[in-house]
């Protein structure tokens, strides 16, 4: 490790507890890592086949090293960029982009562009990998309704396209069955989309929770997990029917989960901390730490092989102040949205280790 990499180590600490339902005691790490860089940030997605992970930078994609946060190349001329889905056996990474309306599809290897893939809906936010089906997943927040883009990995053709119920539609996940299931945010539905049809054939409620963001599916519980803010749910894949609520903090907008470990990790970047849940069994679940990581910072990618939980959040100094009006001119009225932000000051990738 370098000198630079053990000054970027701002923090590590360790947090110990009995973990109800597991019956031993736990331990989590957790190291931040200065990675420096420009640019906001969306989703987080973890290549367990190589241990680095993908973080969003708003006009690239920045490639980390999981087990040390060290910067092992970068994915340049991504506006826009919401997320990255890895299609490991084609050995093609996928890059959404916002302004353009398009895909970056690139190698994974090299992390060189191949192709731009063109996707008229519009409205590109959420990406996924459906391994079992070998397709790349796109929600989009299209208009007048959302859809979901299917591609072939291989080529990246786009092979379908469905109408959504909501125009808001966040995460996707497939069972491996024939089905992928998309949260909308807006109506805080869960839609069922048969892979066979493109079709979506069921559409199913998730009171209390609202917002639905992230989104895992378990396949040894056949559970769907939904995170949203204050209450996470685990839904019955066969009924649709909620079968239980997971307390949780605020903001939001992805969720991890470890198969093996049988952990769930909700990030609210609202508390600026992560609530670790355990599934006892299909339906019950036990909280088992709230483990601090940085203000903001709410999505999240987990690699189940290494079982580490990532997560990435810029740090910005003070915005400006807003410009006088000219003498005698009316003080302008206040705007919509978060306004004038400051300067990254630092670049925070924080890793969650077990």
């Not at 299609?87 to 895909?103: L, M, Q």
């Not at 992928?180 to 892979?195: A, L, P, R």
């Not at 992230?214 to 749910?233: E, H, M, Q, T």
Request: glycine residues 12%; hydrophobic residues 40%; charged residues 20%.
């Amino acid at each position: 490790m370098t000198k630079r990499f053990v000054a970027a180590a701002a923090a590590v600490f360790a947090i110990a507890l009995c973990a109800p339902g597991i019956g031993q005691t736990q331990t989590f790490k957790v190291e931040k890592f200065d990675i420096k860089g420009d640019g906001g940030t969306d989703y987080i997605v973890a290549d367990s086949a190589t241990g680095r992970v993908f973080v969003s930078r708003a006009t690239h994609v920045m490639v980390v090293e999981g087990a040390t946060g060290k910067v092992l190349g970068d994915i340049v001329d991504t506006p826009g960029v919401h997320g990255v889905g890895i299609a490991t056996k084609s050995g093609h990474g996928f890059a959404t982009g916002g302004p353009n309306a398009t895909v970056t599809m690139f190698d994974l290897k090299t992390l060189a562009p191949l192709k731009q893939i063109a996707v008229p809906q519009g409205g590109l936010d959420g990406i996924m990998y459906d391994e079992p089906d070998d397709k790349i997943i796109l929600t989009n927040h299209s208009r007048p309704t959302g859809t979901l883009t299917a591609i072939d990995p291989k080529t990246g053709d786009v092979v379908a396209t469905v109408e959504l119920e909501d125009n808001a539609p966040e995460g996707a996940a497939a069972d491996g069955k024939g089905h992928i299931f998309v949260n909308n945010e807006s109506k805080n539905t869960i839609q069922v989309i048969d892979v066979k049809t493109w079709k979506a054939t069921a559409s199913w409620p998730l009171a209390p929770c609202e917002g639905p963001t992230g989104i895992a599916y378990d396949k040894a519980s056949n559970r769907i997990f939904s995170g949203c803010s204050d209450n996470s749910v685990a839904v019955d894949a066969n009924t649709g029917k909620v079968v239980a609520v997971i307390k949780n903090g605020t903001r939001v907008d992805a969720l991890g989960w470890d198969p093996t470990k049988k952990l769930m990790f909700i990030p609210n970047g609202g508390e600026g901390n992560v609530t670790v849940v355990h599934q006892d069994s299909p339906d019950k679940y036990t909280t088992v730490a709230t483990v601090a990581t940085f203000a903001g910072a709410k999505t999240i990618g987990v690699d189940p092989v290494t079982h580490n939980a990532y997560l990435f959040q810029p740090e910005r100094g003070p915005a400006p102040a807003p410009a006088a009006p000219p003498a005698g001119a009316p003080a302008a009225a206040p705007g919509r949205g978060r306004g004038p932000q400051g300067p990254i000051v630092a670049s925070w990738f924080i890793a969650i280790k077990q």
